[in-house]
């Protein structure tokens, strides 16, 4: 059985119900090796957390990569950011496996695809300036070092820093372990194929590494200053036209994300509008673990859950505030005939986790 035949065999297997999933890796490759895996990415709808498996499947060894589409969103971002496009590379350079959204996994390969090839464009002062510094202190240690297994062990250190920094003042993608040299041949064969001739030989080696901090802007030790300060980040600004519409969805709402990992990088914490038509009632639903807090903005609406095995209703007004414990099966009511009913909606988790239900009797 062929890599993506395996692979589209294992989700419709493990995950019917499946929004889209992808296949990639060097297991699609020339690179394919005898321990090569499938990676997967299978996309949930209301899926509680993402996660990340190890299993063996029918004698495939599988990475698992398990995610709603709000956290693929902010796990691809967080990578991007890191100069490390691990996901972003199997969605666009790996095969769609299942697609039940209509075309989202062919529009997200194809967006992904053009970010990726494009790069991630030149690196922030305060990073290039931290790859000099940290080459340049590897390169004294070095330099200094008498011990035959700590020399090797420094050399190595060099060697992948003499990499990362040749990568970030080409404007390249990173990378670890094996990608690493992978991201360097691409931009740099002939430095790749030096760095493993030199690795060895500390004069060489800090001849080859010289020369990569002096295309970089010479060596950094004296007089560099790395100042953190988590206490004073940047504010988010959300402005009321900037809501994203791409979040989890219920029949007979219209759910808009303001504040996610995906729009403002948060990582605890999820906050947005559902906007309720009139005349109409949500699917029945319940929240994962996420504990809910909604403040009624405008119009009429009404809370419906078991209480003793019987509905029970809270009629709420604008300024009201209701709260939804984790796993409550409930839904959302606007009994109005004519006006359209808006909450806010707060949740301590940073997925907007909706787990849709046939019934509120569990």
């Known amino acids: 059985m062929d890599p993506v035949t395996a692979a589209r065999a294992f989700v419709e297997e493990t995950f019917p119900g499946a929004l889209y999933a992808f296949v990639g890796g060097s297991v699609l490759t020339e690179r394919r090796t005898s321990t090569s895996d499938l990676d997967i990415i299978v996309v ?4 509680d957390r993402p996660y ?7 004698d495939w060894p599988i990475e698992l990569f398990a995610h709603s589409e709000t956290s693929l969103a902010a796990y691809i971002e967080r990578d991007f950011a890191a100069r490390r496009p691990t996901l972003a590379r199997i969605c666009s350079e790996g095969a769609v496996l299942t697609d039940r959204t209509g075309g989202r996994a062919s529009d997200l390969q194809a967006a992904l695809g053009e970010r990726v090839s494009a790069g991630p464009g030149g690196q922030p002062a305060g990073q290039s300036e931290r790859a000099r510094y940290v080459l340049s202190d590897l390169l004294d240690d070095l330099a200094g070092a008498t011990d035959p297994g700590e020399a090797a062990f420094i050399g190595w250190e060099v060697v992948q820093a003499t990499a990362r920094a040749a990568l970030g003042a080409g404007g390249r993608w990173q990378g ?26 500390p004069v060489r080696l800090t001849a080859v590494a010289t020369r990569v901090l002096e295309r970089a802007g010479g060596r950094l030790w004296e007089g560099y200053r790395d100042q953190g300060d988590p206490f004073h980040q940047t504010l988010r600004h959300v402005a009321a036209g900037e809501l994203s519409g791409e979040t989890a969805q219920s029949s007979g709402m219209r759910r808009l994300a303001a504040v996610s990992g995906a729009t403002t990088g948060s990582s605890r914490l999820w906050m947005g509008q559902t906007h309720v038509a009139p005349a109409t009632r949500s699917s029945d639903h319940h929240h994962g673990a996420s504990e809910t807090a909604i403040y009624v903005v405008s119009g009429t609406p009404s809370f419906v859950f078991l209480e003793d095995d019987r509905e029970t209703r809270i009629d709420a007004r604008p300024g009201d505030y209701v709260f939804v414990p984790p796993y409550v099966p ?11 009913a808006v909450v806010v909606i ?10 849709n239900l046939p019934t509120l009797r569990r």
Do not use: C, F, Y
């Open 44 to 47: 949930l709808d209301g899926l």
């Open 346 to 355: 707060a949740r301590s988790t940073q997925e907007a986790i909706v787990v």
């Open 330 to 340: 409930h839904r959302e009511e606007n009994p109005d005939p004519s006006q359209e």
């Open 176 to 201: 670890t372990g094996k990608w690493l040299l992978r991201e360097l041949r691409a931009h740099d064969p002939e430095l790749a194929d030096e760095l493993l001739k030199v690795h060895d030989d």
């Open 52 to 58: 990340r498996e190890s299993l063996r499947w029918r």
